[in-house]
């Protein structure tokens, strides 16, 4: 048993390390620090934002930490050679295994960005009104997971179709590992089902294009060059086109060596609209700088994928029969109500699972 116990100490001692559990503890002295300060609740959104990191910190490094006490508590009554504690120590030892096992997942989550918030946009491909009600359709089901994971959705900006669904929206997703998990549905998305909008109700096949990047808000930040930027500023509008704002508020960003587009238009001023939208471009240039190994950005042009056939890397089968499969890992499920309903976990483990075994 004390084998057993050392070799489950060993391990947690392990995650500690890599997860970098000291490091959250330096973060955590130095947030709690600053809601001390007199004048912490003058800027309440800040304020906010800072408590919420310093609680999620709390939590994370006390699942950790407190996991390791267990263990060194368990070794102690097995080193005391009490035969009538045995059952207990074995016991302990099944529930420590439990543990541990419960959270191996996150070291599955161990890049540089995984434990930030993310910024997901869905943008509808080939198949007209069908592929913006399929963009619609993946818009629920990420909010549902994001419930189901208890994390916060802000919409960004909304782009509405001219019968039905969005042609693109931009989610701010405020979480633990959001990133993490997310950045696991970046790709291209197939549904083929009995088409809602054409008369004869033939079988149609749309596509969908989803895109996660890091919310570097509270992260280091990456230096953009002004003069690789054009800046738009526009009105912004609401489902169905109708004006919300009678100023020009809404801001559009491109950056024009990678054709990266970021459009913000749910803040009150144009600033904060431009504040905002720069936040969300670093972060999607910090995620296409990790998938190219972090070449020049220079070197780094047209690698963005078309929402078109060939390039999916799910497909989602409502007719004639139910299925929805992943083509990287070959995981797959018939329950395609769960999926839309926001039951995704399975086919992200199996894509972290796949990450692992190749790293």
Same mark, same amino acid.
């Given at each position: 048993?004390?084998?057993?116990?050392?070799?489950?100490?060993?391990?947690?001692?392990?995650?500690?390390?890599?997860? !970098?559990?000291?490091?959250?503890?330096?973060?955590?002295?130095?947030?709690?620090?600053?809601?001390?300060?007199?004048?912490?609740?003058?800027?309440?959104?800040?304020?906010?934002? #800072?408590? +919420?990191?310093?609680?999620?910190?709390?939590?994370?490094?006390?699942?950790?930490?407190?996991?390791?006490?267990?263990?060194?508590? $368990?070794?102690?009554?097995?080193?005391?050679?009490? $035969?009538?504690?045995?059952?207990?120590?074995?016991?302990?030892?099944?529930?420590?295994?439990? $543990?541990?096992?419960?959270?191996?997942?996150?070291?599955?989550?161990?890049?540089?960005?995984?434990?930030?918030?993310?910024?997901?946009?869905?943008?509808? !491909?080939?198949?007209?009104?069908?592929?913006?009600?399929?963009? +619609?359709?993946?818009?629920?089901?990420?909010?549902?997971?994001?419930?189901?994971?208890?994390?916060?959705?802000?919409?960004?900006?909304?782009?509405? !179709?001219?019968?039905?669904?969005?042609?693109?929206?931009?989610?701010?997703?405020?979480?633990?590992?959001?990133?993490?998990?997310?950045?696991?549905?970046?790709?291209?998305?197939?549904?083929?089902?009995?088409?809602?909008?054409?008369?004869?109700?033939?079988?149609?096949?749309?596509?969908?294009?989803?895109?996660?990047?890091?919310?570097?808000?509270?992260?280091?930040?990456?230096?953009?060059?002004?003069?690789?930027?054009?800046?738009?500023?526009?009105?912004?509008?609401?489902?169905?086109?109708?004006?919300?704002?009678?100023?020009?508020?809404?801001?559009?960003?491109?950056? #024009?060596?990678?054709? #990266?587009?970021?459009? #913000?238009?749910?803040?009150?001023?144009?600033?904060?609209?431009?504040?905002?939208?720069?936040?969300?471009?670093?972060?999607?240039?910090?995620?296409?700088?990790?998938?190219?190994?972090?070449?020049?950005?220079?070197?780094?042009?047209?690698?963005?994928?078309?929402?078109?056939?060939?390039?999916?890397?799910?497909?989602?089968?409502?007719?004639?029969?139910?299925?929805?499969?992943?083509?990287?890992?070959?995981?797959?499920?018939?329950?395609?109500?769960?999926?839309?309903?926001?039951?995704?976990?399975?086919?992200?483990?199996?894509?972290?699972?796949? +990450?692992?075994?190749?790293?």
């Amino acid at each position: 048993m004390d084998d057993q116990l050392k070799t489950i100490q060993a391990t947690v001692r392990n995650a500690i390390s890599r997860l !970098g559990i000291a490091d959250e503890e330096a973060r955590a002295k130095v947030l709690r620090e600053q809601t001390l300060a007199p004048d912490f609740w003058n800027d309440s959104d800040a304020a906010g934002k #800072i408590s +919420q990191q310093l609680a999620e910190l709390d939590k994370h490094i006390q699942e950790w930490r407190g996991l390791e006490k267990r263990i060194s508590d $368990a070794i102690e009554m097995a080193e005391l050679g009490d $035969a009538s504690l045995e059952n207990d120590i074995q016991n302990d030892i099944i529930l420590l295994e439990d $543990a541990v096992a419960a959270k191996q997942f996150q070291l599955q989550l161990g890049g540089e960005y995984d434990k930030n918030n993310a910024v997901v946009s869905i943008y509808a !491909g080939t198949g007209g009104t069908d592929a913006q009600d399929w963009a +619609q359709m993946l818009l629920r089901m990420y909010i549902r997971y994001c419930e189901r994971a208890g994390w916060q959705v802000q919409v960004l900006s909304e782009s509405p !179709g001219e019968e039905a669904g969005i042609k693109s929206v931009t989610l701010e997703v405020t979480g633990r590992y959001a990133y993490g998990k997310l950045r696991c549905e970046k790709g291209v998305h197939r549904l083929v089902r009995l088409s809602p909008f054409n008369s004869d109700n033939l079988r149609q096949t749309s596509f969908a294009l989803v895109d996660v990047a890091p919310d570097l808000a509270t992260a280091s930040e990456l230096e953009i060059d002004e003069k690789d930027l054009r800046i738009d500023v526009y009105r912004s509008g609401g489902n169905g086109g109708q004006s919300v704002n009678t100023t020009d508020s809404a801001v559009r960003i491109t950056h #024009i060596p990678t054709n #990266i587009v970021v459009a #913000i238009q749910n803040e009150r001023s144009q600033l904060q609209n431009k504040m905002k939208a720069m936040d969300v471009l670093r972060g999607k240039l910090t995620a296409l700088m990790i998938s190219q190994q972090k070449k020049e950005l220079k070197d780094i042009t047209g690698e963005n994928q078309s929402a078109a056939w060939g390039n999916q890397i799910r497909s989602y089968v409502l007719h004639p029969y139910n299925k929805v499969k992943d083509h990287r890992t070959e995981h797959e499920t018939s329950d395609t109500k769960g999926v839309l309903d926001g039951e995704i976990d399975g086919f992200i483990q199996a894509y972290l699972q796949t +990450q692992i075994a190749k790293s």
